[in-house]
Nanobody, 122 residues
Framework: QVQLVESGGGLVQPGGSLRLSCAAS????????IGWFRQAPGKEREGVSC????????YYADSVKGRFTISRDNAKNTVYLQMNSLKPEDTAVYYC???????????????WGQGAQVTVSS
């Protein structure tokens, strides 16, 4: 059974950091591009970052560039999203997704995790 599971969400103060993990089971992440998306209440799902399967090229939304870093550990079948200098506007449910082509459009992705809540608040 193909499954993606996010972990590492939680409550953090503005300026703090969190690291999200996306662990895959039932398939090998090596051959997939992985994207991170987020959705805040009342807003559309937004592409945050993605990483390619072949050369590991990373892409970021302007809103997180310089603060978030995506990485992958194929040996652990896991992709990470390191989030630093968090802001209240980063509050959302964060999803990871696997697809064949990297990009920040959600239609590119075939498999989705269940989501992890990230709340940035003092």
């Amino acid at each position: 059974q193909v499954q993606l599971v996010e972990s590492g969400g939680g409550l953090v103060q503005p300026g703090g950091s969190l690291r999200l993990s996306c662990a895959a089971s039932g398939f090998t992440l090596d051959y997939y591009a992985i994207g991170w998306f987020r959705q805040a209440p009342g807003k559309e799902r937004e592409g945050v970052s993605c990483i390619g399967s072949s050369d590991g090229s990373a892409y970021y939304a302007d809103s997180v560039k310089g603060r978030f870093t995506i990485s992958r550990d194929n040996a652990k079948n896991t992709v990470y999203l390191q989030m630093n200098s968090l802001k209240p506007e980063d509050t959302a449910v964060y999803y990871c997704a696997a697809g064949r082509i990297p990009g920040l459009g959600y239609l590119l992705y075939d498999y989705w995790g269940q989501g992890a809540q990230v709340t940035v608040s003092s």
